[in-house]
C-alpha cells in the first residue's frame, strides 16, 4: 500500500498536533479546511507556534534547532517557513 506524501503544511499542521478528519484537519479546539493550512506559509499568528514548539527540543538537536529559532527576529516569514518544514522533516526521520 502507497503511504501519500504530506505537503509541507500538513507535516507542519500533524508535527502541531492536528488531525485530518473527513477532509477537515482538527485539534482539541477548532477545525480547519486544508486551504486554510495554507496560513503557516503567510500568517506569523499560525508559524510562530510551530517555531515555539520546535524550540522545546533544543536540548535534545541544539544545532538542528538554531536554524529556526536563532532566526526568527530578523528574518521574514518566507525564510523561516522552510526552515520549520526542515527541522520537522528531520525531527520525524529520529523517530523509533
Known amino acids: 500500500?502507497?503511504?501519500?506524501?504530506l505537503s509541507d503544511n500538513?507535516?507542519?499542521a500533524e508535527f502541531m498536533g492536528m488531525k485530518q478528519v473527513k477532509g477537515?484537519?482538527?485539534?482539541?479546539?477548532?477545525?480547519w479546511?486544508?486551504?486554510d493550512?495554507?496560513?503557516?506559509?503567510t500568517s506569523w499568528d499560525w508559524l510562530m507556534?510551530?517555531?515555539e514548539k520546535i524550540a522545546e527540543?533544543?536540548?535534545a538537536y541544539p544545532e538542528e534547532t538554531a536554524k529556526v529559532c536563532d532566526c526568527k527576529i530578523v528574518i521574514g516569514l518566507e525564510y523561516l517557513y522552510p526552515k520549520v518544514v526542515e527541522f520537522i522533516?528531520?525531527?520525524?526521520?529520529?523517530?523509533p
Open 1 to 5: 500500500m502507497e503511504t501519500k506524501k
Open 10 to 12: 500538513e507535516l507542519i
Open 24 to 31: 477537515f484537519w482538527e485539534d482539541e479546539v477548532a477545525a
Open 33 to 35: 479546511l486544508p486551504h
Open 37 to 41: 493550512l495554507n496560513k503557516f506559509q
Open 49 to 51: 507556534p510551530a517555531v
Open 57 to 59: 527540543y533544543r536540548l
Open 89 to 95: 522533516k528531520f525531527y520525524n526521520q529520529q523517530k
